[in-house]
């Protein structure tokens, strides 16, 4: 097994968690040979509206994509070759040191990527090993029998994990600049605040401040009272 890490002191472990990454209680899964690699991808996702007779466009930027984890070819090993450890009782391995590769997909498929009835969802996840702390969900799983029993019966099989990384609504809004420009905002109005003056607050450009007022119905864009709610769409 060439250019594989039995990586016996830390283990490749799959574990179910919340959308920030909290661990919650219940069976986990470790690995039996840490993978040889692994992919993190990350992607930004760009408009491009061509004007009729331009030769090109200029990419506007949309979205930030949610990053992706590629755990290719993870080897569950039914031979007995490989010895399987775990020190945790609660981990779905614990039965005995040679599971079948069928109990093992079993296993994985249950944590990873079934329905599961009480969320209403396939379970969050975190993997983790080494710098790896990943949290996502899984969108695809392929599996690669490689070897067999006389009878058909799988003894090595290699999945490979296409993860989703996912966030809160909460860190979500904690990432995000809540001063950006491309985004509505609801403000309540201060002493002393202008609608010119919140206007370079949030677009950096009081000029919008007709604009907003006629957006918010104001008569006047002088005449703010304090408390009140405005309104600043997306500048376009």
């Given at each position: 097994m060439g250019g594989i890490s039995l990586g016996s002191k830390s283990l490749l472990k799959i574990s179910k968690c919340d959308e920030d990454g909290a661990d919650i209680a219940g069976p986990f899964f470790e690995v039996q040979i840490n993978p040889a690699s692994y992919q993190h991808r990350l992607s930004v996702q760009y408009n491009q509206c061509p004007t009729l007779?331009?030769?090109g466009a200029t990419p506007k930027f949309s979205a930030v994509n949610p990053e992706k984890l590629t755990l290719p070819q993870l080897?569950?090993?039914?031979?007995g070759v490989v010895s399987l450890f775990s020190a945790d009782a609660s981990s779905p391995?614990?039965?005995g040191l040679s599971p079948s590769v069928t109990e093992m997909l079993s296993a994985?498929?249950?944590?990873?990527?079934?329905?599961?009835?009480?969320?209403?969802?396939?379970?969050?996840l975190r993997f983790v090993w080494g710098d790896m702390n990943f949290v996502g969900v899984v969108e695809?799983?392929?599996i690669d029998y490689t070897l067999f029993k006389p009878s058909g019966q799988p003894l090595r099989a290699k999945v490979t994990l296409g993860v989703l990384a996912t966030a809160s609504p909460k860190k979500i809004a904690q990432i995000?600049?809540?001063?950006?420009?491309?985004l509505s905002h609801l403000v309540a109005v201060r002493a002393g605040d202008t609608l010119p003056l919140l206007c370079e607050r949030i677009y950096a450009d009081p000029g919008y401040y007709m604009e907003v007022a006629r957006i918010n119905?104001?008569?006047?864009?002088?005449?703010?009272?304090?408390?009140?709610?405005?309104?600043?769409?997306p500048i376009n």
């Open positions: 007779g331009q030769p080897i569950l090993d039914g031979t391995m614990s039965a994985l498929r249950t944590l990873v990527y079934d329905y599961q009835g009480d969320i209403h969802e396939p379970n969050v695809s799983m392929d995000a600049n809540p001063s950006s420009p491309d119905g104001l008569v006047g864009f002088r005449a703010l009272t304090p408390g009140m709610l405005l309104r600043f769409p």
